[in-house]
């Protein structure tokens, strides 16, 4: 430690810029290495937009809405009979709030635990070796450290005219907090977040409109899943509005009056929704960190730019997850926050960019891992293809939840599992068995000559590897 240290209220080896998935288990897991190491987060709780605002919450609300659609229509053809269903949206959300805050508070618990410096207040980086927290009362101190890693995360991104109010228009925030069900909902954007929170509350009532600019939804995974998803939610009740985009948003007295038109231009026409919610992506955030400070200058997007040890352009700042793109996934922020954390401990640790899997909460689940048929054609991979639909698979049936596939593709010449994409029951579960083959590097052949327990839904990948070879036993 530099001999500055007297002058400061804090040394450390390391100290995180951030508390979220990436900045929380970087933290961690740096401290069982042996570093000393402080956590700053400005949020007021650690988890960061995950934990807080992001994937648990969302995942509280899709199930506890799941629940209330099985009960009220799922469970006739098991032969139960139970009287009129109801709900109270103010109890989810007491439910979804007590779930954020045993997480969240159970990180507090870990850094206890393994000595990590929880420092609340916003971060800014002063020089290449000091960091000033602003705490909520304005008071400050400052950190001394021998390296930083930034992972500040990501925020909302909106569209040029539309300004999001967290009432009437809302984003993935506000949509996690709506304090009742909107009669109309108007969704821009048919990625992750649109499908995800578009279901939750189509589930309660609302009769949602998707719009989305490009002519398939879940633009980033398979084709196949783009079209059958679209195909099952339109039959669950979503309504989509494909190649088409939002140019102006008006509040009205009631709700907000929306202008679209078709993407490629041509006559525009209003929609009319209670709430709008702007889900068409995520920008990296890192207002206030003090990047002007060290020379860092973020990409166009506002990108930070790191090197494969997660370096940035200052030889002791590095930057890990949503702040430096990719894919903008909770895991994907873990595993670079422990891969730095292992590579400033001395360690020699390994990030496979070809294998984090990807999961859409629908119902059914989209999941993905690999590259997608898309990908490959473009690549000009040569591969070949087996595709199984649930349909055809006993565990399925008796659970009754038929739609849907798993599709293996595996390289034409060695057999190499080069993607899997599953679009069906338990489907974020079952992609965790194709991550682990291609993370071994498997072929088609060694999953199906794998022994697949009878009767599960995993059976279905088995044999979609078995018909890359074109020799499936029940489809
Ligand atoms: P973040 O989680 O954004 O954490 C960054 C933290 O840094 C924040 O808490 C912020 O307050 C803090 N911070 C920023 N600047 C400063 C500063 N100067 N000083 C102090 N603190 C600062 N991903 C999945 O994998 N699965 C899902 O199911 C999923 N669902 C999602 C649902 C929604 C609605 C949303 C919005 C996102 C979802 N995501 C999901 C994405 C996931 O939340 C992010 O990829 C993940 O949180 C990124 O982690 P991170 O650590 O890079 O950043
Ligand atoms: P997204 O990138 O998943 O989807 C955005 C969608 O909006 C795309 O389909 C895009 O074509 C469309 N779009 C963009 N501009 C548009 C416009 N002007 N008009 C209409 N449509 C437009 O982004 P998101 O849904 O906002 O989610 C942000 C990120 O959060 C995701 O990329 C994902 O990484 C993460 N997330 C993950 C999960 C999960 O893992 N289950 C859940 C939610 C969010």
Same mark, same amino acid.
């Given at each position: ?163 999001? !109010? ?248 060695? !057999? ?29 052949? !060694? ?29």
């Amino acid at each position: 430690m530099s001999d500055k240290s007297d002058a400061f209220d804090q040394a450390y080896d390391l100290v995180i810029i951030g508390g979220g998935p990436g900045g929380y288990v970087s933290a961690i897991r740096a401290a069982q290495l042996g570093l000393k190491v402080a956590c700053v987060e400005m949020r007021g709780t650690l988890g960061g937009t995950c934990l807080n605002i992001g994937c648990i919450p969302s995942k509280a609300l899709l199930e506890s809405s799941h629940h209330y659609e099985e009960a009220s229509h799922g469970l006739a053809e098991h032969g139960l009979k139970i009287g009129k269903v109801g709900f109270d949206v103010k109890a989810m959300m007491a439910r979804k709030e007590k779930i954020v805050g045993e997480l969240t508070g159970g990180i507090e618990f870990l850094f206890r635990k393994n000595k990590v410096d929880y420092i609340r207040g916003r971060g800014t980086i002063l020089d290449t070796d000091t960091v000033e927290v602003t705490a909520e009362d304005g008071s400050k101190q400052q950190l001394l450290t021998d390296t930083i890693a930034i992972a500040t995360g990501s925020d909302v991104a909106s569209l040029p005219g539309i300004e999001i !109010d967290e009432k009437r228009i809302v984003s993935s925030t506000g949509a996690l907090s709506l304090p009742k069900v909107p009669k109309k909902m108007v969704v821009i954007g048919g990625g992750f977040i649109g499908l995800e929170l578009g279901s939750v509350w189509r589930r309660l009532g609302a009769e949602v409109t998707v719009v989305e600019f490009l002519d398939r939804i879940v633009p980033n995974m398979d084709g196949d899943i783009s079209k059958t998803l679209h195909r099952i939610l339109k039959k669950q009740g979503m309504t989509f509005r494909m190649s088409t985009k939002v140019t102006a948003a008006k509040k009205t007295r009631s709700g907000v009056s929306l202008t679209v038109e078709p993407a490629k231009g041509g006559e525009s026409e209003t929609l009319e929704a209670d709430v709008v919610l702007v889900a068409v992506g995520r920008r990296p955030f890192t207002e206030g960190l003090g990047l002007e400070n060290v020379g860092i200058v973020p990409d166009q997007r506002g990108f930070i730019a790191v090197d494969k040890h997660y370096r940035t352009s200052v030889a002791n700042i590095f930057a890990i997850g949503d702040v430096i793109g990719g894919a903008m996934l909770a895991h994907k922020a873990e595993e670079e926050g422990i891969a730095l954390a292992e590579y400033l401990a001395g360690q020699r640790p390994h990030m496979n960019y070809d294998v984090i899997p990807g999961i859409v909460y629908t119902h059914p689940e989209a999941a993905s891992v690999g590259k997608t048929t898309e990908q490959l054609r473009e690549e000009g991979i040569e591969f070949r293809a087996g595709k199984i639909p649930f349909s055809s698979n006993a565990r399925a049936k008796t659970v009754g939840e038929t739609d849907g596939f798993v599709k293996v593709l595996a390289d034409a010449t060695t !057999d190499r599992i080069l993607g899997v994409h599953v679009l069906g029951p338990e489907a974020g579960t079952i992609i965790h068995e194709a991550a682990v083959a291609m993370e071994f590097e498997a072929t088609a052949e !060694d999953l199906f000559r794998t022994c697949h327990g009878h009767p599960t839904l995993n059976e279905v990948v088995k044999e979609a590897a078995m018909a890359v070879h074109k020799r499936s036993i029940s489809a």
